[in-house]
């Protein structure tokens, strides 16, 4: 069946996302999947039992628009613990259908046609979408291969009276880079008596390497009042498929944050708040993320270490970038497709992470999984 009419497409440029695409050709190839950002592990079993319990006590209508004060409440006291920053769980921190759908939200509130929004590359391939969707004009600027590292007196010279929003993520997906107090106080200084807003995707905030502290903008007050945060319940708690996260914002944002929210999704899972709210109290459970899934990159590393891949450095995030140089200089998607079918070890291309498709000869590898897959999957890259 086909539509009579015409459709001027909004985003001619884009297809189906590469997550989808590479879980589909793994599918496909019976491979091991370390391409999608998911654990294959299941989570705790107390967090699924306060979820059918809230269930079965009848929390099955809509949540409050800005989520369930219960939750709000134990967000606000986590915060200031962790970072040092008072938000009012009123006014101030709002529950949202996962952490996609917060960054559209943001954007959508704030940038509004021929606003530019400046964008730091590799990033997640939602951001550039959001942006143009709401007339805006993404300005990029690359880190700096290998390390990923930002020059803030580069970032600062693409910040003019267009300039609306900012977007930063530590820990950063892909590359497992994070941004140190060092980089806060420099984008703190070259944002000084601007109107930027900050988008500051924290999503990992609990995956952070090697005893470095995670630097949230909520840490820094002159950014804070300046920032929305987005965290994700999904990353913290093993639980990706619930779509579950919260934004941070100082009022005046927060109000115009909900605005957009209220009209795409209203309210987030309510029994999953009502669980929530009890389980985050167990603070040991993201207290103790950093080194459990540390543990798992430290093994995945070691498993490859002998291989034709080179390791690049990874402090957060549960993903590891390998690079390829040494096997093949085919293009990264076409080397990705081919490990897939070939190798049986499906992994993502870091070119589609950048608006001119950059290659490096890097791919990226999802360790958040058990060790027997990560076991079987580096056998099969050790023959690479």
Not at 318 to 323: A, G, K, R
Request: net charge neutral.
């Amino acid at each position: 069946m086909n539509f009579s009419g015409t459709i001027k497409s909004k985003l001619p440029a884009v297809g189906t996302t590469i997550f989808s695409v590479m879980t589909a050709h793994a599918v496909e190839n019976n491979a091991i999947n370390l391409a999608q950002g998911f654990p294959d592990f299941n989570c705790h079993p107390d967090l699924k039992k306060l979820v059918s319990k809230a269930m079965d006590d009848g929390h099955n209508q809509y949540a409050p628009m800005p989520g369930l004060m219960s939750l709000r409440e134990k967000i606000a006291i986590k915060t200031q613990e962790l970072y040092q920053a008072i938000y009012d769980p009123e006014k101030e921190i709002t529950i949202v259908p996962g952490g996609t759908h917060a960054l559209y939200a943001a954007i959508s509130a704030t940038v509004g046609e021929g606003d530019e929004v400046i964008v730091l590359e590799p990033c997640y391939d939602s951001y550039v979408p959001a942006i143009e969707l709401n007339g805006g004009r993404p300005v990029f600027y690359e880190l700096k291969y290998p390390d990923y590292k930002v020059d803030w007196n580069e970032v600062k010279k693409l910040i003019n009276f267009k300039t609306r929003m900012i977007i930063i993520n530590t820990p950063h997906n892909p590359t497992g880079g994070v941004l140190a107090a060092d980089d806060m106080l420099q984008l703190q200084k070259i944002l000084d008596n601007t109107d930027v807003v900050v988008l500051s995707d924290e999503v990992y905030e609990h995956i952070i390497f090697d005893k470095q502290e995670h630097q949230s903008v909520a840490r820094f007050p002159k950014l804070a009042e300046r920032s929305i945060i987005v965290s994700s319940f999904g990353k913290t708690y093993h639980t990706t498929g619930w779509k579950m996260g919260y934004v941070l914002a100082p009022a005046d944002l927060m109000k115009e944050f909900r605005k957009v929210h209220q009209f795409i999704a209203f309210s987030a899972n309510t029994p999953i708040q009502v669980a929530l709210s009890e389980f985050i109290d167990r603070k040991e459970l993201y207290l103790e993320l950093s080194a459990f899934y540390q543990e798992k990159r430290d093994y995945f590393r070691k498993l490859v270490s002998g291989s034709n891949f080179k390791v690049l450095p990874c402090n957060g995030s549960y993903f590891q970038l390998l690079n390829y140089a040494k096997i093949t200089q085919e293009r990264d998607i076409d080397f990705a497709v081919r490990l897939t079918r070939e190798h049986k070890v499906a992994s993502i291309p870091t070119s589609v992470f950048y608006k001119m498709k950059t290659d490096h000869n890097v791919l990226r590898f999802c360790f958040a999984k058990s060790n027997e897959t990560l076991e079987k999957a580096a056998e099969r890259l050790m023959k690479v």
